[in-house]
């Protein structure tokens, strides 16, 4: 059974660093792309970054440019997200997913694995 977990959320003040991790078991890992999504109270989840399978290409949305980071470690069946000079904006429920190919990253209905979510609080 594939699993995706995420780890790394909690409590930061704005201006706060976190990195997220999202470990995976019972995947080709290599094989698949890998995006975090993030879902704020009352809103649809929504696309945060992606990075290819091999971590050549990235994808961000504009809020977090600049600031957020994607990357993986194929060794590790990991993914992470650094985030940098976070804002009160930004706290939601991060998810990771995995899918293979690139068309559509942006699109959540496009993935086929999800971790459980992580919880990320930004205080002002």
């Known amino acids: 059974q594939v699993q995706l977990v995420e780890s790394g959320g909690g409590l930061v003040q704005a201006g706060g660093s976190l990195t997220l991790a999202c470990t995976t078991s019972?995947?080709?890992?290599?094989?698949?792309?890998m995006a975090w999504f993030r879902q704020a109270p009352g809103k649809e989840r929504e696309f945060v970054a992606a990075?290819?399978?091999?971590?050549?290409?990235?994808l961000y949305t504009d809020p977090v440019k600049g600031r957020f980071t994607i990357s993986r470690d194929n060794a590790m069946n990991t993914t992470y997200l650094q985030m940098n000079s976070l804002k009160p904006e930004d706290a939601a429920v991060y998810y990771c997913?995995?899918?293979?190919?690139?068309?559509?990253?942006?699109?959540?209905?496009?993935?086929?694995?999800w971790g459980q979510g992580t919880q990320v609080t930004v205080s002002s």
């Open positions: 990075v290819s399978w091999s971590g050549s290409r990235t």
């Open positions: 997913g995995a899918r293979l190919g690139w068309v559509r990253i942006t699109t959540d209905a496009s993935f086929t694995y």
């Open positions: 019972n995947l080709a890992f290599a094989d698949y792309a």
